[in-house]
């Protein structure tokens, strides 16, 4: 919160900075009275049922009247009623005839309240954030200062398992929509002093808290700017989810292709912490973003560091063939039926026409039937409640897979082809690069069925450009492949022992390359103790 | 000029996929017969040289593409018209080379598709490449040239396993003696090794200047090696005749691969890698026209590329009737008439004059 303060401030002075302001252009100091104050709160927030404001007073010459103002449900009950409600009306009963008003207000804010977080507020937009964010604001009457009390809390979700990044080996924790849940999660697994934590709000209405994270001496600095100039230039009245975020900030407006990294799993947060990223934890979601993201990122998981190197190299070969898979299947087949009959061997050659002999439409009016129905399928699958989503699985599947074959719609062929895509865009890791390759294959279907293997050729390579001109926060989308980094190669399509993993990516990171000591690959002790023995 | 930067492995995929172009489409030196790689090597040699010479000019003068380099050395006037005709000839090879490409994918895949769609296509592509950068050029270059040796090994591998190399097809050796290889040089010498003249216009953006000599040599050599390894595959598999007879030789040796039945017909695969090392060819021959006719007129590249793109198509058309007459003026007439002053002549003119320029100046000074 500190950053923000101040770049609020210093943002004031220029006078052209309205992101901190809630409801008003200006903000207008407190008043003295208690009962104007307590007036003006309840009517800025329209008589909000939720509101409780707590009125009480410290009896003595001079009575003092004292308010406890904050939003139900936003505050932890127990904290407020313990720490500040019986702290306040039990603290210095005995000297309370003689004190005048000043020694109370210190009083208060330095001995009266059994809470950690208590700052002064004197202005009225900064009183009436306070209370939304769930602070509870203590008002004296007399007194144009008020004192707020970190009393956060509330109904939160509990830390669950990642649902969308589920892995076999690694942390079972996730992220929940709470953000100070989420920044802890990373914390404890980097108890570095050089993790740095920046927060702002963004949204005029929402007032989203959003944080970015580095590890200080290892990210890039030029990086870390340009994603605060990115987010500084935000002005939006609501944020609500990390994607408002994604897509205001990332670098190509039109591209298909993600530039920004999404995960759920503090994990992988730290790791690409600690390869010199940045995080930006947006509150109320469990999705946060990682940049630069590189296209490679896409294809990697966070258990491929955690398990057999070997077996993390062929799964990325094999992410990276699904993928493709994904992509060309449908456009490879119906360019293959439609023009290069030559192409497949002869015997499949007549299994195929013998199957396609009756069927009504063209191939890639076939593919276009059954990938819509398969999309249809899908989106259904997830939009149902859970129970009733499985039966219409079974339903799509029998009907696409049997009836619509039995029918002398659609070629057995096809149905295999379906399914092939399927099955490879669900094996992606990243749901993000996953969707991109269900857009863009229906594109390649349309060329391969105008123009063959040239068409998709041509497609290919257009795609490919596209690719290597996007950058993400100045960093280039295809590297470490184009443009080639020898040293990157260990951790891209390969996944190189740990050992052997000495440096950091080199483009990313750009300073504090090391990440280890060199020689550290194991090795069993060479002939112990002889050698010593023949010496002598 | 744009602001761009190509490392040297960028530019030396650039220069390796350039040579391959359309060489290996239309095959080389086969008039040469079973010596038909030897004449690649000679061209080689002689291309080497010419280099050499390239390379001095533009140690003169080393930031400055050819055009840049011929107004410093005749003075605006001429050095700006030599620039000029220097943009169209770049041209015309490149709309030369769109043509040999529409003519393949229409002879050999896509026949129901008219050529002009096919061509069409691909300068759109083109014009999208070049409107994103050099830059972009230089790591599409990177990615495909992986994959262009990747695929070519296989395709290799594969024509081995199939039993059909028969290395006894390259006797005799200089069966006729030197005279038909020297002579067929000529031809390997101005395409595709004279036209190493494109890249005096690319050089600017490499990003360390003193490697210029080295990446030029380098991938020069590399992709003289590729070539004469290819010429020897396919004189062994086809036959010298066979060879020189066929349009594109390299289709007809891969269409005759087939092992167990599976691997079979696989001259669609060649295409698409020829398409592809095409694409390249096309792309920085007009590369080379579009920054040199932005440098001579100050207009952003990116405001011609689209209408010099259209010339090109358009000139595709109309430089020849039939295939016949295309392949004539490529083989017979190009190499005289237009390569041999654009890529020797001009070049070792200028490097005349400046050299004679320095001297005197050195002279009055001194």
Known sequence: ???????????????????GQVFHEESSPLFHDLQKNLNKIREELGHSTDLVVREFE??????????AVYIDGLVDNNMVGDFIMKSLMLESRDDRQTISRKTAFDRVQENGLAVGEVKITRDWNGL???ILCGETVILMDGWDEAISCGTKGGEKRPIDEPTSQVVIRGPRDSFTESIRTNTALVRRRVKSPNLWLETMRIGKVTQTDVSLMYIKGIVDEKIVREVKNRLERIQIDSILESGYIEEMIRDSAFSLFPT??????????????LEGRVAILVDGTPFALVVPALLNQFFQTTEDYYQNYWISGFLRFVRYGAFLLSLLTPSLYIAATTFHHAMIPTTFLITLVAQREGIPFPAFVEALIMELMFEILREAGIRLPRPVGQAVSIVGAI?????????GLVSPAMVIVVAITAIASFSAPSYNLAITARLLRFLFMLVGASFGLFGIALLLIVVLAHLSSLRSFGVPYLSPLAPFVFSDQKDTVFRFPW??????????????MTRMEKDLRPSPPDKPTEGEGNEK | MEKAKLDFLQFFSLIVLFELGSTLVIGMGTAAKQDAWLTILVGLAGGVLLFLFYSALFRRYPDLPITGIAQKVLGKPVGTLLGYLYVVYFMYVGARILLDFGILSFLSTLDQTPFLVIMTLMILVIIYVLYLGVEVLGRLGEMFLLAYLLVSA?????????????????????EEGWTPVLKTALQTFTFPFGEMIVFMMLFPYLNRPK???????????????ILCVTSIITTAVLGADIADRSTFPLLTMIGKVNIAEIFQNLDVIAVLILIIVGFFKIAIFFYAALIGLADLTKVHKNRLVYPMGMTILFLSIIIADDFVEHFKEGLAIVPIYLHLPFQTGIPLILLAVSLFRHRKGAAGTG
């Open chain 1, 1 to 19: 919160m500190r950053p923000f303060e101040r770049q609020k401030r210093r943002k004031k002075k220029k006078g052209k900075d309205q992101r």
């Open chain 1, 58 to 67: 410290w009896d003595g010459e001079r009575k003092i009247r004292f308010a």
């Open chain 1, 128 to 130: 009436i954030l306070s």
């Open chain 1, 260 to 273: 920004l990294y999404m995960t759920e799993r503090p994990d992988v947060i730290a790791g690409n912490l």
């Open chain 1, 399 to 407: 009907v696409l897979g049997e009836a619509a074959v039995r029918a």
């Open chain 1, 499 to 512: 050992w052997s993993l000495i440096t950091r990516p080199r483009l990313i990171s750009q300073k504090n």
């Open chain 2, 154 to 174: 296989f395709g290799a591998l594969l024509l081995l396993f199939s039993g059909l190399v028969d290395l006894a097809q390259l006797r005799p050796v200089l």
């Open chain 2, 211 to 225: 490697s210029r000599v080295k990446v030029g040599l380098s991938g020069m050599v590399f992709s003289g090696a």
